[in-house]
Nanobody, 124 residues
Framework: QVQLVESGGGLVQAGGALRLSCAAS????????MAWFRQAPGKEREFVAF????????RTADSVKGRFTISRDNAKNTVYLQMDTMRPEDSAVYYC?????????????????WGQGTQVTVSS
């Protein structure tokens, strides 16, 4: 089993930045593909960014491309999401997810493990 714990959320003004962290425990995630999703009130959970086990393959949603960057440190069993030039529409609960090794995956159903989420609020 893999346990995931997100941190780093909070309140930020539009144009500001936050860095989210996802710390894994229970098993090394060095062989897992990882992703960030987000869910705003009344909306479905949506894909934000994906990174494969080595960090060599990255996919970012069009809505955050050029502003958000996903990365990982397998030695620390941690995945990050750097969020820059934030907008009010980025406000949501952000979730970290892990799946067994495989190709790029943007659907929630393809992920095996989830964190509890961290709230991000961007004020205008």
């Amino acid at each position: 089993q893999v346990q995931l714990v997100e941190s780093g959320g909070g309140l930020v003004q539009a144009g500001g930045a936050l860095r989210l962290s996802c710390a894994a425990s229970g098993r090394t995630i060095s062989n897992y593909a990882m992703a960030w999703f987000r869910q705003a009130p009344g909306k479905e959970r949506e894909f934000v960014a994906f990174i494969n086990w080595s960090g060599g393959i990255i996919r970012t949603a069009d809505s955050v491309k050029g502003r958000f960057t996903i990365s990982r440190d397998n030695a620390k069993n941690t995945v990050y999401l750097q969020m820059d030039t934030m907008r009010p529409e980025d406000s949501a609960v952000y979730y970290c997810a892990a799946r067994e090794p495989g190709g790029i995956a943007t659907l929630t159903m393809l992920y095996d493990y989830w964190g509890q989420g961290t709230q991000v609020t961007v004020s205008s």
